[in-house]
């Protein structure tokens, strides 16, 4: 028989760098903890990019009712990021990635007394990804640490977090059938091997066992619909057992048609998740995981992005029950380090190990921005080209996909490596405009009609504190951020061909390194706040989109109370096809529509508003106020200017701010202007500077925003703003 133990608690955490025998001497000293466990679930998620990145140790006995098999191994599911295992002051392994299971035989090194200690670093690496990225890289046994006792003969353990056991399902949609090979690790000599009525007897050679199994009439795992689950079990005379689940169905991927589940055509539309929580850090419990997921079948997802790293198993578990189709990837991102490549084939080696067997997931994603960074080169070519093939030969059944930053040019090598595309991109945000979103995917689909694209990361973030009536990008009010998702919506909705759509992201998250939009530490693109509290009004607009079960109606708005005008839109998300509102029991206005309902409604003081639908009805409440309320603002200086700007006289036949740059850099004397500013930001700038003046998409893109926009994006102070534009006002057209 096999048991699987806990450690969760009785740790002692010592926040230094040490060697084991200081380690092991001071744990009395230690902090008590429970794993899971991260020391940086405050201070990486507080802002200025300083939180604690060292190496520290987890001290704990073990007692003999804990280590109870002819064989004990010991199970970490994830150190982050680098971690070293000691018992009784001996070295019996390390790791290097953060984010998967590896397993270490003790047996051997057991005691009467037995002390556990374990180093832990998320310390700066050159060579153990990730390094640089927009997240908190939180250190710690953040995930279950267990001990495995098993019986002398027992299945595979240790060879890259191996689960012992591998199915390959093989459907034939037309014949109604499923070819199941089941292949299993072990040290004995015979197993017998089980999937549903049917049982095998396998003999075992060089460790290695399989069996094949026809299922007819097989039921299908079909995403949402009905994601049906099978289950493998194998076992052996010594009683060790383990078993998978599994499930039967076909992806194909189009370029015109998009994705294709058994056969039918089902649209990819769903949301990006990273592992973290406010207070919490990455140390989750399964009750973290499974709001996660309530969450994101709420909004009507069928399609779930875990990035940038592998995910707990219980999350992949969630998402094969749910029917959630998944995109899983390793932390390959942002930067390549030529000391990292095998990292990150032991991180893709790993990940296709452990998570194989789950049919949620459909492709293996090789690296994520990784051109932001880096240059095309031949390194970043091969490792690249070293990454597919490893898919490949581990996994026949799955396609491998990037995730490409928006000034990758689309001619780029490195897009033929992959077998299918994706891009993210954020214009309407960072830079651009919202329909540079729909340009840039027309461009891309007429020039290369037979390649697969999709869309990996969209977002704007929003804090919701902030509010307005005139929302514009860059003012990271929740008005802004449900436009720009409106936008986005309509534009998916018009390319069918797109594989996979993305929202970045579900949930805000921990990225240490930024401190804006009135947050610090916080990347706040999601839908939903970081502490899961709060659904923002984009969540609304998808769950109106995309959820057809349960209906609803949304007054979005409902924490923009006071309201500075007489006349105020009301706007409501619904998945149902009329909407009525009333104001202080007066009724308003009926629609007839889709998803968005607009209405306009005169105030003069406190107001209920109701809106009501069929089976659904939602109130807010909402006030006028004489004088704007200022905690409604993020920028104050960048909304003066606004103020200033609209009112100024401007001299037409002059240059000013409200130029395009690209009109402005084609004049001699306002391109010298304009040039000389630039050279003051770059030199300012550095890193970031210098890719913009290499890199021509974006360039291009920059040329087509007015200098005003690009002005309030850098963060620019209004005085300098002001002068330069009575600098333009003083040069003719
Ligand atoms: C990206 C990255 C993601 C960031 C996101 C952002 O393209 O892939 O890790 O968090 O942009 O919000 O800037």
Redesign the pocket.
């Known amino acids: 028989m096999r048991s699987i133990i806990k450690l969760s608690k009785g740790w002692k955490f010592l926040k230094h760098d040490m060697d084991v025998e200081a380690a092991m001497s001071n744990a009395n000293r230690g902090e008590d903890v429970t794993v899971p466990h991260t020391w940086n679930n405050i201070d990486g998620q507080d802002g200025g990019n300083d939180y604690h990145r060292g190496r520290c140790w987890y001290v704990r006995s073990l007692s003999s009712e804990e280590i109870c098999g002819e064989k004990v191994f010991l199970e970490i599911n994830a150190a982050a990021n680098i971690s070293e295992v000691y018992l009784n002051g001996k070295k019996l392994g390390e790791h290097e990635g953060g984010f998967s299971c590896y397993r270490i035989e003790l047996t051997d090194e057991l005691s009467k007394e037995n002390t556990l200690a374990i180093a832990v670093s998320n310390e700066e690496s050159d060579k153990v990804y990730p390094q640089k990225?927009?997240?908190t890289f939180y250190g710690g046994l953040y995930r279950d640490v267990n001990i495995i006792n098993t019986p002398k003969e027992h299945f595979e353990l240790i060879k890259d977090g191996s689960l012992g056991i591998k199915v390959t399902p093989k459907v034939d949609i037309g014949e109604n059938k499923a070819t199941v090979l089941v292949e299993t690790w072990q040290n004995a000599p015979k197993v017998t091997i089980r999937i549903a009525d049917q049982q095998k007897e396998a003999e075992v050679n060089n460790g290695y066992a399989k069996a094949e199994f026809v299922i007819e009439n097989v039921h299908l795992w079909n995403g949402t619909i009905d994601p049906y689950l099978y289950t493998a079990e194998a076992v052996l005379s010594s009683g060790d057992k383990i078993s998978t689940r599994f499930g039967c169905r076909t992806f194909e991927i189009d370029p015109d048609k998009g994705f294709i589940l058994n056969g039918k055509v089902y649209p990819l539309r769903g949301v990006s998740r990273h592992q973290d929580l406010k207070g919490k850090g990455n140390a989750l419990s399964s009750e973290d995981h499974k709001r996660d997921m309530d969450i994101i079948k709420e909004i009507g997802a069928n399609t779930i992005r875990l990035?940038?790293y592998q995910h707990a198993q219980e999350f992949y578990d969630l998402c094969d029950e749910e029917g959630m189709v998944v995109w899983a990837e390793i932390p390959y991102?942002t930067m390549h380090m030529s000391k990292g490549i095998d990292n990150t084939l032991s991180q893709m080696r790993e990940l296709i190990t452990q998570c194989y067997n789950h049919p949620s997931i459909a492709v293996w994603g090789l690296s994520?921005?990784i051109t932001a960074a880096s240059a095309v080169n031949d390194e970043l070519i091969d490792n690249h080209r070293r990454l597919n093939e490893l898919c490949h030969d581990m996994d026949s059944t799955r396609q491998t996909v990037m995730?490409n930053?928006f000034m990758l040019e689309t001619d780029s090598p490195i897009l033929d490596v992959a077998d299918i595309n994706s891009y993210?991109l954020?214009f309407g945000w960072?830079l651009g405009d919202l329909e540079q979103n729909d340009e840039f995917f027309d461009e891309y689909h007429s020039k290369y009609p037979n390649r697969v694209i999709g869309f990996s990361?969209y977002?704007a973030d929003a804090n919701i504190a902030y509010h307005s009536s005139s929302p514009q990008k860059g003012d990271y009010t929740e008005e802004y951020q449900a436009l720009y998702h409106e936008h986005i919506l309509k534009m998916i909705d018009k390319r069918p061909y797109l594989w996979a759509t993305h929202v970045?992201?579900m949930f805000d998250f921990g990225?240490d390194g930024r401190d804006e939009g009135g947050k610090n530490g916080e990347?706040q693109?999601g839908l939903v706040t970081f502490d899961r509290k709060e659904r923002k009004d984009a969540f609304y607009l998808y769950k109106a989109a995309w959820n057809k079960k349960e209906p609803f109606v949304h007054i979005c708005g409902r924490r923009y109370i006071n309201r500075n005008e007489d006349t105020t839109e009301i706007k409501v998300y619904s998945n149902q096809s009329k909407v009525t509102l009333y104001m202080d029991g007066v009724k308003i206005d009926e629609q007839e529509g889709e998803i968005v309902f607009r209405f306009i409604c005169t105030i003069n003081g406190t107001h209920e508003i109701v809106a009501q639908s069929q089976d659904a009805s939602d109130n807010i409440e909402i006030k006028y106020v004489a004088e704007p309320d200022e905690t409604y603002i993020f920028n104050k200086a960048a909304s003066n200017v606004s103020n200033w700007f609209d009112s100024e006289q401007l001299d037409s036949d002059c240059f000013s701010i409200n130029d395009k740059l690209e009109d402005l850099q084609a004049h001699p004397k306002a391109g010298q202007v304009v040039k000389s500013m630039m050279d003051k930001a770059s030199e300012a700038r550095g890193d970031v500077a210098q890719s913009v003046k290499d890199n021509p998409q974006l360039q291009r893109m920059m040329g087509r925003m007015t200098l005003i926009s690009l002005l309030k994006q850098a963060g620019s102070d209004e005085e300098s703003i002001k002068q330069l534009n009575r600098i333009l006002q003083g040069i003719k057209k």
Do not use: L, R, S, T
């Open positions: 990225a927009d997240f990035a940038h991102i994520n921005e995730a930053v993210n954020y960072y990361e977002g970045w992201n990225a990347n693109k």
